[in-house]
């Protein structure tokens, strides 16, 4: 109460350039405001104790008069989430008969965006809605009314976000609804740090944006299909370039301008422009097209929302391609390592590929300390020792003038030179198929191994009735289905069964496997 009498003013030094005394009017709305902000960082706060604070209430919903009035009950005086709602309580009733109700309005405010991150009620966000449309109501035309309308424009903002065409079809146009309210917040008052924060966020909402997604080694000497995401775009506008990569790693480290003046010189080999479908709800749209054939070798695929001018230097992306046939792994065996190499598109190995392995003696370093080279034998396999004192590598495979890079400056370390190794224990699942139909059955079967630098080894059972281990199924929503403690046997594997559930959420289920309290 001391500090409720002491009026900011008086500590004006404390203020930024945001903060008026209208909103932090005495000391205590200062410092409350500072603690308000330390409980958002949970990762302080104390163990969940036997009786959690809950904030799933619909009073804490309530307008300023009846919140003021509400026993918040203490279960855990320590909770960050108690602590939250009980300072914005106290700054409620200091505030709640003030001729002047800005104070009282962002601790309101401040109130609903707690509870719209924090509540897990069904219908939390139809709270925060009728809340907040409430108080634009009361607030419409008065001073603070940009504050309102900010608020309100995020909440379609954040909506916005979850749309689902199924689930929540009613949010597709919830981006230009936010629009809307942050218009009205720069009306209001075109000076406020609202004002200048919808600004901003109208422009990020609005900009246009092209990404490319899916795998960028694509087989050399056929179309293929192309993948990408777009944005507030009429038309786009696709590049391919040929260059080296050795160029293209040097030139991508200067800045962007001049990097894009470097990439409009290169050699064009493919360019069109597609017309970009655009309902103007500001939300991103799925689309493909198709790739010419392209030789072996490396490119560049750009992207822009218009022609590729010099102007055009910030409105555009860039995607890697590298074109080849040939793939190939490898693996660390002891101090070798081994390369199998086989064609990309039938999976025969390539006899006489050639493998050139660089070994770098620390991170940083330009040049390499040795550089082997060897050839693969009929079945597309070779391998070669791991030069001393190698601390990374890199390697990359030609066959018929096609070039793959395998590895890029991986790390090895010296620790590996060290006999005393340490030893890691892993897990192996692999089910019966990859798609399945709700309540059928999965098959599976686990194998434990331990794992050092000399490579992978079966865990031995530890005693005659093998280990125990714990298989969980989770669903694509993370939220455990089902669970199977299981022994290994001799070979250190087990098999299994789930019965997938034949209603509720489709999508990626996987496997947790567990052994004691550790994850595998």
């Given at each position: ?203 990020v909402i609005k900009s246009s944006e092209v990404k490319f997604s899916g795998n960028n080694i694509i087989p050399a000497n056929q179309a293929n299909l192309v993948t990408f995401d777009y944005k507030n775009c009429e038309n786009l506008y696709f590049r391919i370039i ?50 010419p054939s392209l030789d072996a070798g490396f490119y560049l695929l750009l992207a822009s929302d218009a022609p590729f001018t010099n102007e055009n230097h910030k409105g555009y992306s860039f995607y890697t391609l590298q074109v080849t046939n040939i793939d190939a792994q ?41 550089t082997t080279t060897i050839n693969c034998d009929a079945d597309g396999r070779c391998s070669c020792d791991i030069a001393e004192n190698t601390y990374t590598f890199a390697a990359y495979t030609t066959w018929n003038q096609d070039k793959y890079q395998i590895i890029r ?112």
């Amino acid at each position: 109460k001391a500090l409720s009498k002491i009026p900011i003013k008086e500590y004006a030094v404390l203020l930024d350039s945001v903060t008026s005394e209208a909103y932090r009017p005495t000391l205590y709305d200062f410092l409350a405001f500072r603690f308000l902000d330390f409980l958002q960082n949970e990762i302080y706060e104390l163990p969940i104790p036997e009786i959690p604070f809950d904030v799933n209430d619909e009073r804490y919903w309530a307008e300023p008069q009846q919140f003021a009035n509400i026993d918040i009950p203490a279960t855990d005086e320590l909770s960050f989430s108690y602590l939250t709602l009980y300072t914005l309580q106290e700054l409620t009733l200091l505030h709640l008969n003030e001729p002047d109700s800005r104070a009282l309005l962002d601790a309101t405010l401040r109130r609903f965006e707690y509870l719209g991150t924090h509540s897990n009620l069904d219908n939390a966000s139809d709270l925060q809605l009728a809340a907040l449309t409430s108080m634009e109501k009361q607030y419409q035309g008065k001073e603070g009314y940009e504050m309102v309308a900010y608020a309100m424009g995020k909440f379609y903002q954040g909506r916005a976000k979850k749309y689902d065409k199924n689930a929540h079809p009613e949010y597709k146009n919830d981006y230009v609804t936010a629009v809307e309210w942050f218009n009205k917040t720069i009306a209001m008052a075109p000076k406020s740090i609202e004002a200048h924060n919808a600004k901003t966020t109208i422009d990020v909402i609005k900009s246009s944006e092209v990404k490319f997604s899916g795998n960028n080694i694509i087989p050399a000497n056929q179309a293929n299909l192309v993948t990408f995401d777009y944005k507030n775009c009429e038309n786009l506008y696709f590049r391919i370039i040929s260059c080296k990569e050795e160029e293209y790693e040097l030139k991508r480290s200067t800045d962007n301008t001049k990097f894009y003046a470097w990439l409009i010189q290169q050699k064009k080999v493919y360019e069109t422009k597609l017309n970009a479908p655009n309902e103007k709800d500001y939300r991103s749209v799925s689309g493909h097209f198709l790739l010419p054939s392209l030789d072996a070798g490396f490119y560049l695929l750009l992207a822009s929302d218009a022609p590729f001018t010099n102007e055009n230097h910030k409105g555009y992306s860039f995607y890697t391609l590298q074109v080849t046939n040939i793939d190939a792994q490898y693996r660390q065996n002891d101090k070798k390592l081994e390369f199998f190499v086989f064609d990309r598109t039938t999976g025969q190995p390539l006899k006489g590929a050639e493998v050139c392995i660089s070994f770098y003696p620390n991170y940083n370093a330009k040049k390499p300390s040795k550089t082997t080279t060897i050839n693969c034998d009929a079945d597309g396999r070779c391998s070669c020792d791991i030069a001393e004192n190698t601390y990374t590598f890199a390697a990359y495979t030609t066959w018929n003038q096609d070039k793959y890079q395998i590895i890029r400056r991986q790390y090895w370390g010296r620790y590996h030179d060290n006999p005393e190794v340490n030893i890691y224990e892993k897990a192996y699942t692999f089910n019966d198929r990859s798609i399945y139909r709700p309540g059928q059955t999965v098959y599976f079967k686990t194998i434990l191994v331990e794992t050092t630098s000399k490579g992978d080894a079966i865990l031995q059972q530890k005693t005659d009735n093998g280990q125990k281990i714990t298989v969980e199924l989770y669903d694509a929503n993370y939220q455990k289905v089902s669970e199977q403690q299981l022994t290994t046997n001799e070979y250190g594997s087990v098999s299994g069964k789930f019965v997938l559930p034949s209603q509720g959420l489709t999508g990626r289920f996987h496997f947790k496997i567990k052994k004691e309290t550790k994850h595998l």
